[in-house]
């Protein structure tokens, strides 16, 4: 009997210490699961009604995309005959817009600035809702200003009464910035929530690669 006592004791702290073990991994498992289970939930979380809201969003963001981009095309390369002779080339950032703020008529300063900043809204604002890839500030404003870029170039030497100016697309791509900060980047994380930039894949595939300590 004396032997037989230290025999069962031993077996009945091992059992005990395997219990406590499996305790601690049952309690770890849902607080686990609290982690990961929402974020999970949230990125795979897409049904049908979503997707569909999502592709008519997109879809009139591409036709009034495509429609500003015809008014802007129609203003700008439309001949001006009256300006022959006075509309010269300026390559000089900020010398037009000094030129309209030190007009006497505000209206007309107003309406010179206040309209080539609208011709970028709505490439900050619609374009990143279209194209995932256009999202970022950076991005966006690089687009419209090469947009534009063209728009002028196409001016100076194809339209009659029109020359290069660089503040149209100072002014443009500012505009662009106007409107991807308050609503074109929320606007573009809806319709594209899965959309991760490079600098997050990037930083994922770091984390990884490097060892778990």
Known sequence: MAVRRPGRSRKTAEA??????AGATAE????????????????????????????????FALLCLATCVAVVLELTLRPSPASVGIAHTNLRPGATIRLYLDQQSVREAVLQIGGNILIGVPFGLLLPAIWPRARGLLRVIAITSLVILLVELAQHFFVEGRAFDVDDIILAAFGSALGYLPLGRLLARWAHPRHRHWWQRTRDSLLRRSPVG
Do not use: D, S
């Not at 005990?16 to 073990?21: D, L, N, Q, S, V």
């Not at 699961?33 to 049904?47: L, Y």
């Open 28 to 59: 770890a498992g849902p607080k686990a699961g609290a982690r990961t289970g929402p974020k999970a939930g949230a990125r795979t979380r897409t049904g049908p009604g979503g997707l569909l809201m999502r592709a008519v969003a997109v879809t």
């Open 16 to 21: 005990g210490a395997t219990g406590a073990e």
